[in-house]
């Protein structure tokens, strides 16, 4: 476990608490469309304004690019965030004022210029605020920001609940976990995970690849996958990423059959096939039963599983089959107390909502890119700069 305070670690009763959050939420025509990301983030302020923080939020929002945009401005959130904490929340007014159990939010910090350049003298004005540096957007770690990174040097520094969970998770996934590990990785293209592909099999006993990705795995051993969507510049990344599996002891697993249709439509006209028999006009649009089988038979015994990217085109009926029943499979063993299960980004999660089962996993991470970006192993600036805070 990477060694980092959280909310019990520090005391907080009249302190002005400087809480990045990522408050970064679907709006249209200045109205917070979904309130997922601010449910996330309300536990932390709520903690800290119960406990007599006076708590100053701090968030990006959309890409102004170091400009003020007033179709940009935060001040659309600062309703539901007051209703999710249920207290007031002051909007960008002056923190002088506050008294302890105050929330204030303050203006998106992508408005200044030295926010996405890191920019110290930027970070030493916000830092200026505060008494108490709390991190609580995991998702906004990957990003060497004047709030997420610069500032963590400045302030003592916790990690918010939300921050804490993500991390607690994906620690006992891949960081420290009970063996053996599963990974499950789909999706559409190999371009876009390979870092990922690389770690994974350095790290788990065994790999499930899935997705139009496993196309050009398949492709690689020789298998005919028709029209199917292929990356063929990506062959020879195949080819690494198995000759790396053989050398850390890392067993994939490919699809033994595949639904295949001739055109990528919903409900177009489908078959079932081993995946040696795909036909010279046919695509492979989802897993078939028999590969669910296996993984199903693979999954017995198996202690920790971590997923990225569904096994077939899920999007459209019925290509959703294979994926769907992987899930709830997956969801029954963690369900029975067999199996710890971390999954995210973006298609995976919108995946396990379609099947049902986001909440019978052990953690769904909402995080995107930084979820993807720890998935390659790299360090994220954000965690790191709390790791290294030091004094209290
Ligand atoms: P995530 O966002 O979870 O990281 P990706 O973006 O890598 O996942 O991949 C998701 C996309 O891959 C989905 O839109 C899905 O339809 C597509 N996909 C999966 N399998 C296939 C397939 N066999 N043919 C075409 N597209 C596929
Ligand atoms: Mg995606």
Known sequence: ?????????????????????????????????????????APTIRELAGKGARVIVLSHFDRPKGKVVPSMSLEPVAGPLSKAIGRAVGFNVDTAAMKDGDVVLLENTRFHPGEEKNDLDYARQVAALGDL???????????????????????P??????????????????????????????????????????????????????????????????????????????????????HLSTESGCAIILPVDAVVAHNFKAHAKHRTVDIRSVGADEMILDVGPKSIDEFKQRLIGTRTLVWNGPLGAFETAPFDKGTVAAAKAVAEATKAGNLLSVAGGGDTVAALNHAGVSDDFTYVSTAGGAFLEWLEGQELPGVAALVASKGV
Do not use: C, W
Request: charged share 25%; net charge negative; no cysteine.
């Open 157 to 242: 520094a916790a990690a918010g609940r939300s921050m804490e969970q993500e991390l607690t998770h994906l620690d006992k996934a891949l960081g420290n976990p009970e063996r053996p590990v599963m990974a499950v990785v789909g999706g559409a293209k190999v371009s876009t995970k390979i870092a990922l592909l690389e770690n994974l099999v350095k790290r788990v006993e065994t790999l499930v690849i899935g997705g139009a990705m496993a196309n050009t795995f398949l492709t690689a051993e020789g298998i005919e996958v028709g029209k199917s969507l292929v990356e063929r510049d990506h062959i020879e990344t195949a080819l690494r990423v198995i």
């Open 1 to 41: 476990m990477p060694n980092f305070r959280t909310l019990d670690d520090i005391d907080v009763k009249g302190k002005r608490v400087l809480v990045r959050a990522d408050l970064n939420v679907p709006m249209q025509d200045g109205v917070v469309t979904d309130t997922l990301r601010i449910d996330r983030q």
């Open 133 to 155: 540096f709390v991190n609580d957007a995991f998702s906004a770690a990957h990003r060497a920001h004047a709030t997420t990174e610069a500032i963590a040097h400045l302030l």
